[in-house]
């Protein structure tokens, strides 16, 4: 069985005002034509379809659009959940006629959902041979064997319609939001059977995942991190959606990955490869999974012209980032006038953000900065990007030895953790630079 698991799409999204939509399209239709070149059986779309519980009209459009295309008329199976930004009620309504073409909408946790024993399997369509709270069995044609799937929509505690804890104290509701969401997972996974391939779905922050500034928290409830043995070991692959940065779960029993967006939706993701994961799985094994890169929509792009109005007219006329959409820190001496910003923003037409630096300014941020441990602001930023985790002290002293070589002791580092490390200080000097 070949699964493509993907997740944030944000459909409706704007940049700083700018309308994303056309490039919305350009990856259904990437997603599309990646789902028939690679003979994908099942889609898994893992929450956040939509920006907003009311998303414009042409967001819903392309939505159902790309169902339709996915399931290719009920020969590919397509599964969705409901994420924070996304209306459970309103991303399920279509559910009636969607089934019929092997879709699959999961809009509450406590929702429960039927089979449907109007499709027959001599139709040559997929099939919900049986279903329950949490959990649905697919027959598709294409796959000699079936899919069972353990689905947690967006589980905060106003859909789950639960107090789960009556302590205001941080660690406490963690502790019984984490127990809540291990139970929940244990409970729908009881469907899972040796001679099927074996899944589970969520839209949740796992401890230790790392965030980016397009992650905005949209929720009634509190919804705090889950650790990582709240997953579901049995499953043979967790598909999360949630955070923006495609990544591996560390830690988990399963294979666990959040495939992130399909495009980058604030400048904070710069640099980032957008991706979708493919699996290959069979009963019994241990599934295959590889990467698949996106190249739809415009790049995030971030300028920094420390020469002045001269150096961004020289990057215009060489035209640089063509295609990209840029946020410009361009360093001058005096106030840019209006007549200037009208010259920049007339020559490239996804010039977003044009913000003044004035070497003042400069040096008093320097000088406070100085001022500041750097360790201790590392740790508190290495908490607040994932979830409250404490970094161990390996790991501070790998970020100082980063920033500075001459503290680097005799004792060597992984080069896995130093690439992680030097991604993670990359964003840290970004932010830090903005603090």
Not at 89 to 106: D, F, M
Not at 152 to 166: D, G, I, K, T, W
Not at 240 to 253: D, I, P
Not at 405 to 413: A, I, L, M, Y
Request: glycine share 6%; aromatic share 6%; charged share 25%.
């Amino acid at each position: 069985m070949r699964i493509l698991h993907t997740s944030d799409w944000h459909l409706g999204r704007m940049l700083e005002g700018r309308s994303r939509i056309e490039e919305q399209i350009q990856f259904i239709d990437e997603l599309c034509a990646l789902v028939e070149d690679e003979a994908v059986d099942l889609v898994l779309i893992a929450g956040d379809v939509f920006d907003t519980v009311n998303p414009p009209a042409i967001a819903e459009e392309l939505f159902y659009d790309a169902l339709s295309r996915l399931s290719a008329g009920g020969k590919r199976a397509v599964v969705a959940i409901a994420g924070n930004h996304d209306n459970p009620e309103r991303l399920c309504a279509a559910s009636p006629l969607a089934v019929r073409n092997g879709i699959t909408l999961y809009g509450l946790p406590k929702d429960v959902l039927k089979p449907d024993f109007l499709v027959q399997p001599n139709q040559r369509k997929v099939v919900t041979a049986a279903a329950g709270q949490g959990w649905v069995e697919l027959h598709i044609p294409s796959c000699p064997d079936p899919a069972i799937l353990a689905l947690l929509p967006y589980p905060s505690e106003a859909r789950l319609n639960e107090v789960l804890s009556e302590s205001l104290d941080e660690e406490i509701l963690r502790q019984e939001y984490s127990k809540r969401v291990q139970e929940l997972f244990t409970l729908f996974s009881r469907s899972f059977r040796p001679d099927a391939v074996n899944l589970a779905m969520s839209h949740i922050f796992v401890r230790g995942g790392i965030q980016s500034d397009s992650e905005r928290p949209i929720q009634l409830g509190s919804a705090p991190t889950v650790e990582v043995e709240a997953l579901p070991s049995s499953a043979q692959y967790v598909a999360l959606g949630h955070l923006h940065r495609a990544q591996a779960v560390k830690g988990t029993s399963a294979l666990t990955r959040y495939s992130g967006s399909p495009l980058a939706y604030s400048f904070s993701e710069t640099g980032y490869a957008k991706s979708v994961v493919l699996i290959e799985g069979f009963p019994r094994q241990p599934v295959k999974v590889r990467e698949i890169f996106l190249s739809s929509g415009h790049p995030l792009v971030k300028w920094q012209a420390k020469e002045g109005l001269v150096q961004v007219q020289r990057w215009l006329d060489e035209g640089r980032d063509p295609q990209a959409w840029i946020d410009l820190e361009i360093h001058v001496t005096n106030a840019l006038n209006s007549q200037d910003i009208h010259n920049l923003r007339r020559q490239r037409e996804r010039l977003l953000n044009i913000r003044p630096v004035f070497p003042e300014t400069e040096m008093i941020l320097s000088q406070a900065r100085s001022q500041l441990p750097l360790d201790e602001l590392f740790r508190k930023f290495y908490q607040e990007k994932t979830g409250g985790a404490e970094p161990d002290q390996e790991l501070v002293t790998l970020f100082l030895t980063l920033i500075d070589p001459d503290k680097r002791g005799s004792e060597g580092n992984s080069c896995a953790d130093q690439s992680s490390t030097a991604e993670l200080m990359k964003t840290f000097n970004e932010e830090a630079e903005t603090a």
